[in-house]
């Protein structure tokens, strides 16, 4: 070795090694994720769908530019996340960050572009924020999507942000709730690979899965389900099928979606529905029990009793693993409802937002992949669910109150004030309220041991299989106590509005991810619903501190570096001084 230092030409030696080494180690990719939350790593579900992709992706994100703080950070997340796409799918992902219609200069071109855009679901924002004193205020157009498009199909829209929004403080009686921006941009980053995998999944899968709306029980077939059938649409074969006429077949329907039906099952329906199950269909079932309807109470004017449909499906579902009760739901932490409170001078009626504990928001209250990282979900008197033994069923508890419930039990009375005291108040003593119910599992048949040999053979007439007592494989189910989760309101000037949205309301709740996740659940078995349970740790600086310490730690972090420099150069002349004196 030290021959080799002696030599005359060893640092030339030197470099080309060092040059060698450093070309070498560029085509070797490794990573080392250390974070706790493994934030930087991918789910084996999503590595082998990359895996399978046999053309080109092309991803464009159209959050860039000048951006304000909280979205520039997800900007710079989706780059990373997308960049680790890229080099796990052998650079079959392309990705591009443009900002649609810059180089127009017509503004009636730009418009028709980003109504185009918006057609496919690209969001549009417009972002006035100041992020501290002593930073400008930004008022601009923000496009926190992106446009997943392969092999010519038509292009998926990826919405960036977070369905679930998070508070600072949330009072709903006195505060108007106030977001925490950087918590709900952390919560959008944790669903990154959720959102893209899925996008992607849809776009290559080769068959796409039917799902039915039955009819044939007094389910609405008008514009109160527009929104569901528009949501269902563009990513699922949806058709409708009448549970009087035929039994529905597993190998066809992927899934049976039973909305709101007002009129009683017969046996024979029944009968149908579960040998669906016991074959391996999957139903999700949107039951409003009691008869309570907003409508009855303004015709009123005062008050009504709600009352039960014995809509006959008790026993099914009991067997299945649930019951759902015949009362009405109240939560303090509810929506609220525009009323008329008194008129003006002029007669005219004064409208006033009042809390109604009727409609009381719901959320997870655990780790189950459907609802997490969700926006509140809006019930409209939904009914309270009890899970019941039935062996070698799992149940998970999907949707439930929040920690202020009560019930009122049939025959329930609906009142404008049904908050009128302080008694009324203390009344509210029950906590996370069960509304929807995910059941996992092999069922067993209501009607096992209890047909004669006529039925059982025109029910292999019928199907093609012999009666079934028990699911030949595991099966899903999910029960939701209150059907206007999945169906929206109609005003005279809008027309049909989003699910999960009031009149005169400007928000929308969860309603609709809500459903299109319990579909997606269902009938998809990729595995990709695995990377929603992602959770990013949020570590934040402490701001009033910071703002307090502002000048300090500048200082720190500029002139003490200097101040360092110039030290070690006065101790180096001080030792150099010192040798050669």
Same mark, same amino acid.
């Given at each position: 070795?030290?021959?080799? /230092?002696?030599?005359?030409?060893?640092?030339? /030696?030197?470099?080309?090694?060092?040059?060698?080494?450093?070309?070498? @180690?560029?085509?070797?990719?490794?990573?080392?994720?250390?974070?706790?939350?493994?934030? !930087?790593?991918?789910?084996?579900?999503?590595?082998?769908?990359?895996?399978?992709?046999?053309?080109?992706?092309?991803?464009?994100?159209?959050?860039?530019?000048?951006?304000?703080?909280?979205?520039?950070?997800?900007?710079?997340?989706?780059?990373?996340?997308?960049?680790?796409?890229?080099?796990?799918?052998?650079?079959?992902?392309?990705?591009? !960050?443009?900002?649609?219609?810059?180089? /127009?200069?017509?503004?009636?071109?730009?418009?028709?572009?980003?109504?185009?855009?918006?057609?496919?679901?690209?969001?549009?924002?417009?972002?006035?924020?100041?992020?501290?004193?002593?930073?400008?205020?930004?008022?601009?157009?923000?496009?926190?999507?992106?446009?997943? *498009?392969?092999?010519?199909?038509?292009?998926?829209?990826?919405?960036?942000?977070?369905?679930?929004?998070?508070?600072?403080?949330?009072? @709903?009686?006195?505060?108007?709730?106030?977001?925490?921006?950087?918590?709900?941009?952390?919560?959008?980053?944790?669903?990154?690979?959720?959102?893209?995998?899925?996008?992607?999944?849809?776009?290559?899968?080769?068959?796409?899965?039917?799902?039915?709306?039955?009819?044939?029980?007094?389910?609405?077939?008008?514009?109160?389900?527009?929104?569901?059938?528009?949501?269902?649409?563009?990513?699922?074969?949806?058709?409708?099928?009448?549970?009087?006429?035929?039994?529905?077949?597993?190998?066809?329907?992927?899934?049976?979606?039973?909305?709101?039906? &007002?009129?009683?099952? +017969?046996?024979?329906?029944?009968?149908?529905?579960?040998?669906?199950?016991?074959?391996?269909?999957?139903?999700?079932?949107?039951?409003?029990?009691?008869? $309570?309807?907003?409508?009855?109470?303004?015709?009123?004017?005062?008050?009504?009793?709600?009352?039960?449909?014995?809509?006959?499906?008790?026993?099914?579902?009991?067997?299945?693993?649930?019951?759902?009760?015949?009362?009405?739901?109240?939560?303090?932490?509810?929506?609220?409802?525009?009323?008329?409170?008194?008129?003006?001078?002029?007669?005219?009626?004064?409208?006033?937002?009042?809390?109604?504990?009727?409609?009381?928001? /719901?959320?997870?209250?655990?780790?189950?992949?459907?609802?997490?990282?969700?926006?509140?979900?809006?019930?409209?008197?939904? +009914?309270?669910?009890?899970?019941?033994?039935?062996?070698?069923?799992?149940?998970?508890?999907?949707?439930?109150?929040?920690?202020?419930?009560?019930?009122?039990? &049939?025959?329930?009375?609906?009142?404008?004030?049904?908050?009128?005291?302080?008694?009324?108040?203390?009344?509210?003593?029950?906590?996370?309220?069960?509304?929807? =119910?995910?059941?996992?599992?092999?069922?067993?048949?209501?009607? $096992?041991?209890?047909?004669?040999?006529?039925?059982?053979?025109?029910?292999?007439?019928?199907?093609?299989?012999?009666?079934?007592?028990?699911?030949?494989?595991?099966?899903?189910?999910? =029960?939701?106590?209150?059907?206007?989760?999945?169906?929206?309101?109609?005003?005279?000037?809008?027309?049909?509005?989003?699910?999960?949205? %009031?009149?005169?309301?400007?928000?929308? !709740?969860?309603?609709?991810?809500?459903?299109?996740?319990?579909?997606?659940?269902? @009938? *998809?078995?990729?595995?990709?619903?695995?990377?929603?349970?992602?959770?990013?740790? %949020?570590?934040?600086?402490?701001?009033?501190?910071?703002?307090?310490?502002?000048?300090?730690?500048?200082?720190?972090?500029?002139?003490?570096?200097?101040?360092?420099?110039?030290?070690?150069?006065? %101790?180096?002349?001080?030792?150099?001084?010192?040798?050669?004196?």
């Amino acid at each position: 070795m030290q021959k080799l /230092l002696n030599y005359k030409y060893s640092w030339a /030696l030197m470099v080309v090694l060092f040059i060698a080494i450093v070309y070498a @180690v560029s085509f070797v990719s490794y990573r080392l994720d250390l974070t706790a939350e493994k934030r !930087f790593s991918l789910n084996a579900s999503t590595k082998k769908l990359l895996n399978n992709v046999d053309d080109v992706v092309k991803v464009q994100v159209f959050l860039t530019g000048d951006l304000p703080v909280d979205y520039k950070k997800l900007s710079i997340a989706t780059k990373d996340f997308l960049d680790e796409l890229k080099q796990v799918s052998n650079n079959n992902i392309q990705v591009s !960050f443009e900002k649609p219609g810059e180089d /127009l200069k017509e503004d009636t071109a730009k418009a028709m572009l980003y109504d185009s855009l918006a057609r496919l679901g690209v969001v549009f924002e417009r972002s006035e924020v100041t992020e501290n004193k002593h930073e400008k205020q930004t008022n601009q157009l923000i496009i926190p999507s992106a446009l997943v *498009s392969y092999g010519g199909k038509r292009p998926v829209a990826v919405d960036l942000r977070s369905s679930k929004k998070v508070y600072k403080q949330f009072n @709903v009686v006195n505060d108007i709730p106030q977001e925490d921006a950087e918590a709900t941009r952390n919560a959008a980053e944790a669903l990154l690979e959720f959102k893209f995998a899925n996008a992607i999944d849809k776009l290559t899968r080769t068959t796409v899965p039917t799902i039915a709306y039955t009819i044939g029980n007094g389910e609405p077939i008008d514009r109160t389900v527009n929104d569901l059938g528009e949501s269902l649409r563009t990513e699922y074969k949806l058709g409708v099928f009448n549970l009087r006429e035929a039994y529905p077949d597993p190998a066809k329907i992927g899934a049976l979606l039973i909305v709101k039906p &007002t009129n009683p099952f +017969s046996d024979e329906d029944k009968l149908k529905l579960d040998q669906y199950v016991m074959n391996g269909g999957k139903i999700i079932w949107c039951i409003d029990k009691l008869h $309570a309807e907003l409508d009855s109470l303004m015709r009123s004017k005062s008050e009504y009793v709600a009352y039960d449909r014995n809509l006959n499906i008790d026993d099914i579902l009991f067997r299945y693993g649930v019951r759902i009760n015949g009362d009405l739901v109240q939560d303090l932490n509810c929506s609220k409802l525009p009323l008329v409170i008194g008129y003006n001078p002029d007669k005219s009626p004064r409208m006033e937002r009042v809390p109604w504990p009727y409609y009381p928001l /719901l959320a997870s209250t655990n780790n189950n992949p459907i609802a997490k990282n969700l926006d509140k979900v809006l019930p409209i008197f939904p +009914s309270s669910i009890d899970t019941v033994k039935s062996p070698g069923i799992a149940k998970t508890i999907l949707l439930a109150t929040d920690s202020n419930s009560r019930t009122l039990a &049939t025959p329930a009375l609906v009142s404008a004030n049904s908050v009128k005291d302080e008694n009324d108040f203390r009344s509210f003593t029950k906590s996370y309220i069960p509304i929807a =119910v995910l059941l996992e599992g092999k069922f067993t048949s209501l009607f $096992a041991n209890r047909l004669t040999s006529n039925v059982t053979d025109s029910v292999q007439k019928a199907t093609g299989k012999p009666f079934a007592a028990m699911c030949v494989n595991d099966s899903k189910q999910i =029960v939701m106590s209150d059907a206007d989760i999945v169906t929206n309101a109609i005003t005279a000037t809008n027309g049909p509005l989003a699910m999960g949205e %009031l009149p005169f309301e400007n928000y929308r !709740f969860a309603n609709r991810e809500f459903l299109l996740n319990c579909v997606d659940y269902l @009938v *998809s078995n990729n595995g990709i619903f695995e990377s929603r349970n992602k959770e990013f740790t %949020l570590r934040l600086l402490d701001k009033k501190k910071l703002e307090a310490e502002r000048l300090t730690w500048q200082l720190i972090n500029i002139a003490a570096p200097i101040g360092l420099v110039i030290l070690a150069g006065l %101790l180096l002349q001080w030792a150099r001084k010192r040798k050669y004196a």
